[in-house]
C-alpha cells in the first residue's frame, strides 16, 4: 500500500479502463513536469456557507461533518503546535524502537541502512528507509489479521485518542488498542484500501495529522463509488465513524511547502546523540508528514 512515486516521463496520464477511485487517485498523484488540477480538492478553510450546503458539509464550531460518506469527520487545529512537536518527537526517538516494531523488520539483520540516515544538526536525525511503525496489538500485514502479540499503546497516543472521542462523543467507551504511524516523504502515497482486519468495525479510527498537508481520499465499500478528495492539514483530526469505517481510502498526495508557520520557533540545539530536540522536530516536520491512527481491535465482549 505504500508506495514511492515514479516519473511518468512526460507521458499523458491515462483514465480509460480505470473505476471511480482508482480515477481519483491518479488525479491527484504527483507527476513531474504535469500540473494537477486541484479544483475538486476539498479544503473546509476556503468554504463558504453555500459551497458546504451545495457539497453537504456541515460546521460546528472546528468541527465539520460530511453527508458523503456519512460518518467522516474533520476537526481542524485538533492539536496545537506544540502538541504537534511533543507528539511527533516520540514517534521520531521513541516508536520507532523495540519492543515497537517498524517496517524494518522485514528486511536481514545485517541490512545497511546508513544511506537513510539523515543526521544533520541543522535538520534532523532520522532512517528515512522507516515508512511506519506499529504499537500496541502487532498488525500481521501478509495475512492481514491481529495475531496476540502486542506491546503496550504508549500513554500519549492513548490521551490524544481519549481527548478525541471525549471531544466528539461517539461513544461511551473507547480504547486505542492498535496504532499505525506512517512517515510520509515528499511524493510518498497510499494507495486505497480497507481497515477490515479489526474484528471491531463499529468503533472510530481516529487519523491525526503531523507536518505536510496531504490529500485524502474516501469513497464507499467498494472502488466503483467516486470519493471525495480533502485537505488535511498538520494538527487536524481525521474521523471515520459509522459507514466510513468501512469505506476505501487512501492518500494519493503529500503538498510539499506546506507546512505552518514557516518559521521554526524554537531555539536550535545540537542533537543528543541521535534525539531530536524540538528544533529538529519542527525541520522533519517541514519536509515530511507523520499520520498517526489508532483503532480499536476487539469489540470489548471478545477483548483478549
Known amino acids: 500500500m505504500y508506495q514511492k512515486i515514479k516519473k511518468n516521463k512526460q507521458k499523458p496520464i491515462q483514465y480509460q479502463n480505470l473505476n471511480p477511485f482508482k480515477e481519483t487517485e491518479k ?8 500540473q494537477t488540477d486541484f479544483s475538486e480538492l476539498i479544503d473546509v478553510n ?3 456557507e453555500q459551497q458546504m450546503e451545495q457539497q453537504g458539509i456541515h460546521k460546528n464550531g472546528s468541527v465539520y461533518h460530511f453527508d458523503y460518506p456519512q460518518g467522516v469527520i474533520q476537526v481542524k487545529n ?5 502538541d504537534q512537536i511533543r507528539i511527533s518527537k516520540l514517534c521520531m526517538n521513541e516508536y520507532i524502537n523495540q519492543p515497537y516494531r517498524t517496517n524494518l523488520f522485514i528486511y536481514k539483520e545485517d541490512e545497511n541502512f546508513d544511506k537513510f540516515i539523515v543526521h544533520d544538526n541543522k535538520r534532523y536525525h532520522f532512517n528515512n528507509k522507516i515508512r511506519w511503525a506499529n504499537v500496541g496489538y502487532q498488525y500481521d500485514w501478509n495475512n492481514r489479521h491481529y495475531p496476540q502479540e502486542k506491546t503496550q499503546v504508549p500513554d500519549p497516543i492513548q490521551e490524544i485518542s481519549q481527548r478525541a472521542n471525549n471531544f466528539l462523543q461517539l461513544q461511551n467507551h473507547y480504547q486505542s488498542e492498535s496504532v499505525i504511524i506512517n512517515f510520509y516523504q515528499t511524493h510518498d502515497y497510499m494507495t486505497g484500501h480497507l481497515d477490515d482486519a479489526e474484528l471491531d468495525q463499529d468503533s472510530p479510527i481516529y487519523s491525526f495529522s503531523f507536518g505536510l498537508s496531504s490529500v485524502f481520499v474516501i469513497g464507499g465499500p467498494t472502488k466503483d463509488e467516486k470519493p471525495i478528495a480533502l485537505k488535511l492539514d498538520s494538527g487536524d483530526l481525521l474521523v471515520m465513524s459509522g459507514h466510513a469505517r468501512r469505506c476505501y481510502h487512501g492518500v494519493p498526495r503529500i503538498l510539499a511547502n506546506s507546512f505552518h508557520p ?14 531530536n530536540t524540538d528544533f529538529h522536530v519542527f525541520n522533519y ?4 508528514r507523520i ?14
Not at 488525479?27 to 504535469?34: E, L, N, P, R
Not at 499520520?291 to 483478549?304: C, D, F, M, S, W
Open 27 to 34: 488525479k491527484y498523484k504527483f507527476y513531474a513536469d504535469i
Open 46 to 48: 476556503n468554504l463558504n
Open 78 to 82: 485538533f492539536l496545537n503546535l506544540d
Open 262 to 275: 514557516k518559521q521554526n520557533p524554537y531555539q536550535q540545539q545540537q542533537l543528543d546523540g541521535n534525539l
Open 285 to 288: 516536520l517541514s519536509e515530511h
Open 291 to 304: 499520520n498517526i491512527n489508532t483503532r480499536q481491535v476487539y469489540k470489548p465482549q471478545l477483548e483478549q
